[in-house]
Protein backbone atom coordinates (compact mmCIF):
# COMPACT_ATOMS: atom_id res chain seq x y z
CA UNK A 1 0.00 0.00 0.00
CA UNK A 2 1.00 3.51 -0.95
CA UNK A 3 2.47 5.62 2.62
CA UNK A 4 2.78 8.93 0.57
CA UNK A 5 -1.15 9.94 1.87
CA UNK A 6 -1.42 9.65 5.47
CA UNK A 7 -4.59 7.53 6.46
CA UNK A 8 -7.65 9.03 7.95
CA UNK A 9 -10.15 7.03 10.10
CA UNK A 10 -13.52 7.64 10.93
CA UNK A 11 -16.01 5.84 13.36
CA UNK A 12 -18.17 3.32 11.92
CA UNK A 13 -17.48 0.81 14.63
CA UNK A 14 -19.08 -2.66 14.74
CA UNK A 15 -18.12 -2.30 18.91
CA UNK A 16 -21.16 0.55 18.69
CA UNK A 17 -23.81 -1.62 16.71
CA UNK A 18 -25.19 -3.53 20.28
CA UNK A 19 -25.68 0.07 22.00
CA UNK A 20 -27.51 1.45 19.12
CA UNK A 21 -29.51 -1.34 18.17
CA UNK A 22 -30.64 -1.31 22.21
CA UNK A 23 -31.39 2.48 22.23
CA UNK A 24 -33.44 1.92 18.92
CA UNK A 25 -35.54 -0.94 20.16
CA UNK A 26 -36.09 0.62 23.52
CA UNK A 27 -37.15 4.11 23.01
CA UNK A 28 -38.55 4.12 19.47
CA UNK A 29 -39.60 0.69 18.42
CA UNK A 30 -40.58 -1.08 21.25
CA UNK A 31 -39.40 -4.82 23.09
CA UNK A 32 -42.41 -6.41 21.80
CA UNK A 33 -41.68 -9.03 18.95
CA UNK A 34 -43.43 -8.56 15.60
CA UNK A 35 -42.16 -8.63 11.67
CA UNK A 36 -43.32 -4.51 11.65
CA UNK A 37 -41.32 -3.79 14.41
CA UNK A 38 -38.49 -5.41 13.27
CA UNK A 39 -39.01 -4.11 10.05
CA UNK A 40 -38.64 -0.61 11.51
CA UNK A 41 -36.03 -1.49 13.66
CA UNK A 42 -33.90 -2.77 10.45
CA UNK A 43 -34.65 0.44 8.80
CA UNK A 44 -33.97 2.90 11.61
CA UNK A 45 -30.43 1.11 12.49
CA UNK A 46 -29.88 1.43 8.53
CA UNK A 47 -30.97 5.41 8.51
CA UNK A 48 -28.20 5.19 11.03
CA UNK A 49 -25.42 3.69 9.78
CA UNK A 50 -25.90 5.96 6.26
CA UNK A 51 -25.83 8.81 8.13
CA UNK A 52 -22.63 7.62 9.28
CA UNK A 53 -21.65 6.66 5.84
CA UNK A 54 -22.53 10.22 4.70
CA UNK A 55 -20.42 11.73 7.08
CA UNK A 56 -17.64 9.90 6.69
CA UNK A 57 -17.62 11.16 2.62
CA UNK A 58 -18.32 14.39 3.92
CA UNK A 59 -15.44 14.40 6.47
CA UNK A 60 -12.94 13.52 4.09
CA UNK A 61 -14.24 15.07 1.21
CA UNK A 62 -13.61 18.26 3.50
CA UNK A 63 -10.13 16.81 4.37
CA UNK A 64 -9.56 16.21 0.79
CA UNK A 65 -9.67 20.56 0.70
CA UNK A 66 -8.04 21.33 3.55
CA UNK A 67 -5.25 19.67 5.52
CA UNK A 68 -4.65 16.67 2.94
CA UNK A 69 -5.18 18.79 -0.02
CA UNK A 70 -2.01 18.43 -2.57
CA UNK A 71 -1.51 14.84 -0.88
CA UNK A 72 -0.51 12.18 -3.08
CA UNK A 73 -4.24 10.19 -2.94
CA UNK A 74 -2.89 6.89 -4.95
CA UNK A 75 -3.27 3.63 -3.35
CA UNK A 76 -1.73 0.64 -4.74
CA UNK A 77 -2.84 -2.47 -3.57
CA UNK A 78 -0.01 -5.44 -4.40
CA UNK A 79 -2.08 -8.91 -5.30
CA UNK A 80 0.32 -11.71 -4.44
CA UNK A 81 0.44 -15.34 -6.29
CA UNK A 82 -2.40 -17.50 -7.03
CA UNK A 83 -2.05 -20.91 -5.26
CA UNK A 84 -4.07 -23.55 -4.25
CA UNK A 85 -5.70 -22.87 -0.64
CA UNK A 86 -3.86 -24.90 2.55
CA UNK A 87 -7.05 -24.98 4.43
CA UNK A 88 -4.36 -25.71 7.43
CA UNK A 89 -2.12 -22.69 6.93
CA UNK A 90 -5.09 -20.42 5.99
CA UNK A 91 -6.75 -21.48 9.87
CA UNK A 92 -3.54 -21.19 11.44
CA UNK A 93 -2.50 -17.50 10.33
CA UNK A 94 -6.38 -16.41 10.77
CA UNK A 95 -5.51 -17.22 14.42
CA UNK A 96 -2.36 -15.90 15.41
CA UNK A 97 -2.73 -13.07 12.73
CA UNK A 98 -6.36 -11.85 13.51
CA UNK A 99 -7.87 -13.69 16.44
CA UNK A 100 -4.02 -13.33 18.99
CA UNK A 101 -2.80 -10.37 17.40
CA UNK A 102 -5.84 -8.08 18.17
CA UNK A 103 -6.47 -9.47 21.42
CA UNK A 104 -3.14 -9.17 22.88
CA UNK A 105 -3.40 -5.37 21.57
CA UNK A 106 -6.74 -5.42 23.17
CA UNK A 107 -5.32 -6.53 26.55
CA UNK A 108 -2.09 -4.14 26.55
CA UNK A 109 -5.08 -1.35 27.28
CA UNK A 110 -8.21 -3.39 28.17
CA UNK A 111 -6.01 -4.55 31.47
CA UNK A 112 -4.65 -1.32 32.74
CA UNK A 113 -8.44 0.20 31.67
CA UNK A 114 -10.26 -2.47 33.95
CA UNK A 115 -8.20 -1.29 36.92
CA UNK A 116 -8.83 1.89 36.44
CA UNK A 117 -12.38 1.41 36.25
CA UNK A 118 -12.02 -0.62 39.32
CA UNK A 119 -10.85 1.83 41.38
CA UNK A 120 -12.60 4.34 40.03
CA UNK A 121 -16.20 2.45 41.10
CA UNK A 122 -14.80 1.65 44.72
CA UNK A 123 -12.35 3.84 45.64
CA UNK A 124 -15.03 6.71 47.87
CA UNK A 125 -13.85 10.41 48.44
CA UNK A 126 -15.69 12.13 50.57
CA UNK A 127 -18.85 9.55 50.91
CA UNK A 128 -18.72 8.86 47.38
CA UNK A 129 -17.12 6.90 44.57
CA UNK A 130 -14.81 8.93 42.31
CA UNK A 131 -17.08 7.95 39.80
CA UNK A 132 -19.16 9.58 41.08
CA UNK A 133 -17.87 12.31 41.86
CA UNK A 134 -16.64 12.91 37.72
CA UNK A 135 -20.27 12.33 36.86
CA UNK A 136 -21.18 15.08 38.77
CA UNK A 137 -17.87 17.19 37.19
CA UNK A 138 -19.47 16.34 33.94
CA UNK A 139 -23.20 16.60 34.13
CA UNK A 140 -23.32 20.25 32.90
CA UNK A 141 -21.22 19.51 29.58
CA UNK A 142 -23.43 16.49 29.47
CA UNK A 143 -26.99 18.69 29.74
CA UNK A 144 -25.93 21.18 26.90
CA UNK A 145 -25.05 18.35 24.80
CA UNK A 146 -28.26 16.66 25.63
CA UNK A 147 -26.57 13.97 27.88
CA UNK A 148 -25.80 13.37 31.09
CA UNK A 149 -22.39 13.20 33.26
CA UNK A 150 -22.76 9.13 33.60
CA UNK A 151 -23.50 9.01 29.54
CA UNK A 152 -19.69 10.89 29.41
CA UNK A 153 -18.23 8.99 31.72
CA UNK A 154 -19.35 5.23 31.00
CA UNK A 155 -17.77 6.62 27.00
CA UNK A 156 -14.80 7.86 28.55
CA UNK A 157 -13.97 4.83 30.43
CA UNK A 158 -15.51 2.24 27.50
CA UNK A 159 -12.35 3.86 25.85
CA UNK A 160 -10.61 -0.19 25.98
CA UNK A 161 -14.29 -1.54 23.98
CA UNK A 162 -17.39 -0.06 22.70
CA UNK A 163 -19.24 -3.02 24.15
CA UNK A 164 -18.46 -1.99 27.59
CA UNK A 165 -20.10 1.56 27.40
CA UNK A 166 -23.31 0.18 28.50
CA UNK A 167 -22.15 -1.76 31.62
CA UNK A 168 -20.59 0.98 32.59
CA UNK A 169 -22.96 3.07 32.57
CA UNK A 170 -25.59 0.66 34.45
CA UNK A 171 -22.96 -0.05 37.15
CA UNK A 172 -22.66 4.18 37.78
CA UNK A 173 -26.73 4.34 37.64
CA UNK A 174 -26.95 1.55 40.43
CA UNK A 175 -23.68 2.74 42.14
CA UNK A 176 -22.23 -0.60 42.47
CA UNK A 177 -18.79 -1.63 42.45
CA UNK A 178 -18.20 -3.60 39.14
CA UNK A 179 -19.87 -3.97 35.46
CA UNK A 180 -23.32 -4.72 35.57
CA UNK A 181 -25.33 -6.28 32.73
CA UNK A 182 -29.01 -6.49 32.39
CA UNK A 183 -30.28 -9.38 29.93
CA UNK A 184 -34.17 -7.77 30.07
CA UNK A 185 -34.71 -4.50 27.78
CA UNK A 186 -37.67 -3.15 29.38
CA UNK A 187 -35.80 -3.11 32.55
CA UNK A 188 -32.87 -1.39 30.92
CA UNK A 189 -35.47 1.06 30.17
CA UNK A 190 -37.11 1.46 33.22
CA UNK A 191 -33.81 2.01 34.99
CA UNK A 192 -32.56 4.47 31.94
CA UNK A 193 -35.91 6.63 31.85
CA UNK A 194 -35.42 6.40 36.29
CA UNK A 195 -32.26 8.39 35.88
CA UNK A 196 -34.08 11.07 33.35
CA UNK A 197 -33.48 9.78 30.26
CA UNK A 198 -35.62 10.66 27.37
CA UNK A 199 -36.10 10.66 23.31
CA UNK A 200 -33.60 13.44 23.73
CA UNK A 201 -31.07 11.70 25.37
CA UNK A 202 -31.65 8.47 23.78
CA UNK A 203 -31.35 10.41 20.38
CA UNK A 204 -28.05 12.59 21.63
CA UNK A 205 -26.38 9.25 23.11
CA UNK A 206 -26.91 7.15 19.53
CA UNK A 207 -24.96 10.13 17.46
CA UNK A 208 -22.24 10.07 20.45
CA UNK A 209 -22.13 6.37 20.02
CA UNK A 210 -21.93 6.57 16.06
CA UNK A 211 -19.42 9.60 16.01
CA UNK A 212 -16.55 9.55 19.10
CA UNK A 213 -12.66 8.78 19.08
CA UNK A 214 -11.85 5.34 18.02
CA UNK A 215 -11.79 2.76 21.04
CA UNK A 216 -8.04 1.63 22.16
CA UNK A 217 -7.50 -1.82 19.72
CA UNK A 218 -8.04 1.17 16.40
CA UNK A 219 -5.94 4.07 17.96
CA UNK A 220 -2.85 1.31 18.40
CA UNK A 221 -3.49 0.27 14.83
CA UNK A 222 -3.69 3.77 13.30
CA UNK A 223 -0.70 4.81 15.12
CA UNK A 224 0.99 1.51 14.04
CA UNK A 225 -0.02 2.19 10.49
CA UNK A 226 1.27 5.84 10.78
CA UNK A 227 3.93 5.63 12.51
CA UNK A 228 2.56 9.22 13.36
CA UNK A 229 1.05 11.04 17.09
CA UNK A 230 -0.42 13.77 15.02
CA UNK A 231 -2.22 11.63 12.86
CA UNK A 232 -3.59 9.15 15.74
CA UNK A 233 -4.48 12.50 17.62
CA UNK A 234 -6.38 13.84 14.69
CA UNK A 235 -8.01 10.55 14.43
CA UNK A 236 -9.16 11.04 18.01
CA UNK A 237 -9.95 14.36 18.05
CA UNK A 238 -12.00 15.03 14.22
CA UNK A 239 -14.78 12.57 14.69
CA UNK A 240 -14.93 13.59 18.56
CA UNK A 241 -15.43 16.65 17.90
CA UNK A 242 -18.58 15.74 15.33
CA UNK A 243 -20.15 13.78 17.67
CA UNK A 244 -20.13 16.78 20.11
CA UNK A 245 -21.35 19.63 17.71
CA UNK A 246 -24.19 16.84 16.29
CA UNK A 247 -25.33 16.02 20.19
CA UNK A 248 -25.05 19.95 20.80
CA UNK A 249 -27.08 21.35 17.52
CA UNK A 250 -29.63 17.97 17.71
CA UNK A 251 -30.24 19.27 22.00
CA UNK A 252 -30.15 22.99 20.96
CA UNK A 253 -32.79 22.73 18.31
CA UNK A 254 -34.90 20.64 20.19
CA UNK A 255 -34.72 22.72 22.94
CA UNK A 256 -35.68 26.14 21.03
CA UNK A 257 -38.46 24.09 19.56
CA UNK A 258 -40.57 23.05 22.80
CA UNK A 259 -39.60 19.30 21.70
CA UNK A 260 -37.33 18.98 25.45
CA UNK A 261 -37.10 21.14 28.59
CA UNK A 262 -33.94 23.16 28.87
Known sequence: MCRDRKPFYFPLYGGAFP?????????????????????????????????????????????????????????????????????????ARSVLDRTLFVLGRAAAVAAPAGLVIWLCANITVGGSSILHWCTRFLDPLGHVLG?????????????????????????????????????????????LCDHGWTWLTAVCTMLFSLFHWPCSTTCITIAKETHSVKWTLLAVALPTAVGLLACFATATLARLLGLAPW
Open 147 to 191: LDGAILAAFLLGFPANEIVVPILIMTYLSTGTLQDMGDLDALRTL
Open 19 to 91: TLIAILTMFFVGTQGGPWRSLLSALLLTGVILLGVGMTFWISRLLSGTILKGIPSSFTLELPPYRRPRIGQVI
